[in-house]
């Protein structure tokens, strides 16, 4: 049994990590807080938790937090987390960090897409990127986790195998990706409003989105060679759920043959408890896995152009589904314990 | 041809009041304005218009406002519209108001509701409550009109043939409206993201709506007896329209018979251009009314009690479209210009 | 450790069965049926629970099911449940009914509102109608349940208590209820199509629906006294839930005060594990229990009249999670198993 | 003034074509029909167009619609327009025909795609596609128009530029295209449920749409050379509209310039009164042109790699609003009548 602790949890990632250590048979959770105007009930923040857990939500006290817990999950925006991360790892916390703080290696990178500079590069270099399915060893020894963002978890799942293999032009790789409205967080602008979202489709950020690097990072690592997608994100008037149309070229003399993807996937994939490869011929849709932990990945080998095509719950496997995924690993429960 | 400005354009009712004022043959916008940071192209701020129309809004000036409009819609929250309209007035511009300013004949009621105090009571009194099937002749020589809230037209026009003809018990009568996300206005409150209203429904201001007033106003009026109504608003997961459902208890000795309702409403509005009733047993649903000026509204006579559900557009008859309709009316173009 | 059969495996209902048993620890589901073309893992039909369960759906077959399982739950289209519920009983077999086969003890009722004549007639006088908050001695040794229907649930919920205690008029309650897309079930009718419900609402079967006979019986079981409510159902642009908002009528001299309601119906559920009272003033939304086997109620003194808000989700506490609460009371096992 | 008939009144694009008929002022709506159980008030059928026509929708009748009409709509399923049309142009009618029957010239494709064999190959070789934005002249003098599909239409408008001046590598040509659910026809398959769509996203037909060969057709015609794009179309949960993300590899060498080519795009299409080029580094949403008959395209330079995303609504510009349009051209009507 251990003590958690959800910094930032009137968030949706906040709300859905309460979710799940509550059906945990290993987690109690010790501690909630938020940047939140008053001390307040979790329950009345959230009304469908009522009876369920009784812990007030409060501004957040790194001596409570220190005191209270054992693992710290940090599902805060951009550039907070690392204010507390240091403090949490000097008192031995093992630290869950949802943010972007800990994923771009390149503090010059971060600093360009993120807009402020970096203050915690000792950290930085220690972070483990939590993809379980490239990192997991690594993962169960970490203090500090980077948890992956929703769209690079579609993404490089998609693309791993492929890329690892050397199978396509890694020149030429195309994301068009399709992300539901909770991707974006919880927060006030004009933009995010029920009417300006209903019934309309858009893209956004046109190549130019802050998981590019993230994207380009993981695969540039896995081919051993400097890979730049083009990157295209797009909102989807509907809660949860991406789904990314992966368009890559095969290279001239690749090895594999017609139908040979398919089963390339399955092989590569086989041990993983969250990830399920469709049949040839077959491709997922978002409500497969809106809900759960799993990313399902279809593939079509269609003349010199693959098309893969990868859905996940932006909020369980590409936020706190994959967070609560890591602490299982971490402290050597059953991986899929409160996943299923 | 006339010259009208729009001040309040980039609300949802100044976008559609651009719309229809696009369409209409007798009218030239010459006048844009809201709240806005810096002037802008209209065409900029809703791409939809670019090619129709190239205006610039700016922030509102009476002057340039008295120069160049003979007629001038507000639609401004409410509260905004008083401090404007005196000067409109006085420079003999014609006005019509889409805030709930003007609407509440008893100040004291007026300040309850809308939290201030009225400032110009002078021409509240004046007022013209623009809903042209009770006040179409006051309307041809009105110049300051109060256009009716989206709630009250679609309560109003409902139960205004049994209120008027005193068939009901009218100490019971109970409307249960439901509106699209739009009749809230584009104001930047988090109750109104996408992902905290899709997939939702609820109730709000639970017989305690600043729309009930009003209502019990113009219906009191026909009755010629104090009337207070029980008016539960919910807020539907969709942009527009209104569907009201009323549950009347017929009185003693009531004159109308099974069957003779419906009838009774044919006849009441046989020559009302905007108002359709539906056979015995047919029910309005919101897609009949939603982009048209139409109230549709159908009525069962069940027992005891009788159910009447009325319909409309909340931006069209419950806004924009009843306010071109009010200027048609007050400058003898055919009532449905623009509006078909 | 119970073997569990699910006939009617691909509706809604069933679906959602299959889900909540697939995390009940004592459950193990032994047989899948539906009406279907040829046999299919159900993981095909599902795709979100492939990896999760290996049984294969096929038509339904009486020895199979026999054979195989100890419960079952009949998640049919009404009328199809009494062809298979005498053989079932007589083989000693447990069964829950989610269908309206066994709900109405009045056969000339059923007969006229499900447009059939009843065919088994001693069941029908055994059955038990599973509403826990009411019949939970009843359940726990019942062998045949008639598992309520989804508005039944929330009217009967929240009007028992004023009704139980003579609070109300009774001659005068309206019932306006509005539900989610799922509650129609699976079935292949143009009304259902996506573009003829997305952005539209209205209502349907006004003062018509099969389900007011079965508030009618529940509702004058309790007051002792025939009753027959005014009952108009709406039909929700969105997937899941129902929001009931109930208009009832003080009795003269009634010994509640303002303020003292809330009081009483939280002392009056005050066990029960899945009914939460609102605060004075607060109303529940659909997202409080949407996904949960919760009935929140919200409950505003008026004047002269209650208004009453019920939500329930209609897949769970509507059906399936109802049905597996019943399962838990017969079994003895936590009553809130698999269902938080 | 012209006589207008539209035969498959009761699909999506049958609905749209009746809309816009009523606001034109040169046009008479003289036959409606459709396959339909029995005769029917259309106002009736579309309670929206009550009080607007008056017209009976019945099963069409050759002789009938050849008395009464000039000009001949045809919102039929593809295969049937087939059937009617030699002999409505034997008897010197208009035909716009809104199916995919005269849209491919090779009757082979034709025959693979649709799955069964062209029966008119003769007026096949004379009829005109439908882009006015490429075939203008051709479509003065047509008697018979093969109104282009709805991804065509986006596709074809956003590539023309780049492909007419071989400006990409037409080998490697992606077209990711998302279209709103009444694309697909009010026809009756589960697969189009409310419940089956809400809350989802997918893709479909993965590669192997029947409007990739249309879009070939007409790209390798402005090449002179045969392409085969890559297209991959998803299904929206919304009603209206296509968004197409398109990416194009620049050819070395090639003449146009990081900003040059938005304003290549404006000087290509600056006499079309219905296609409107975003500045640089703005795209469309589906909102700036849902409910009119523009193409909105945005483009960005990025690298190697050209982005284009073009947006249409799928009934107007994609449809009905496109078949008006060549209506207009047809008759020496201003182009944009009934279409602002």
Redesign the interface.
Known sequence: MINVGIVGATG?AGEELIDIC??HPNVRITHLSAKIDKPEEISKIF??F???IGLICKEPNIKEIITNCDLVFLALPHTVSMEIVPRLLSDRKKVIDLSADYRLKDAKIYAQFYETKHKDKIHLSQSIYGLPEIYRAKIENARLIANPGCYPTAAILALTPVVALNLVDL??I?I?A?SG??GAG?K???D?????????????K??AHQHAPEINQELSKLAGKKI?V?F?P?L??????I?A?I?V?KVQGSRFKVQGLNALYKKFYKKE?FI?I?EEGD??????????N?C?I?I?D????V?I?AVIDNLLKGASGQAVQNMNIMYNFPEYTAL?
Chains 1, 2, 3, 4 share one sequence.
């Open positions: 949706y509550l059906r009304p469908k009522k009876g369920r020149d030429t195309i068009d399709k409205v909770t919880r006030a602008t004009q995010f409003f029920f009417s300006e979202i209903d019934e309309d489709f858009k893209a956004y046109v190549n730049n083009t295209v797009h989807l008037p509907l809660n949860r759920g789904l149309t368009y070229k408890p399920r469709k491709f997922p849709k978002l409500k497969d896995v809106v809900g759960t799993y399902d279809g079509k269609s003349g010199n152009i098309i095509i299923l």
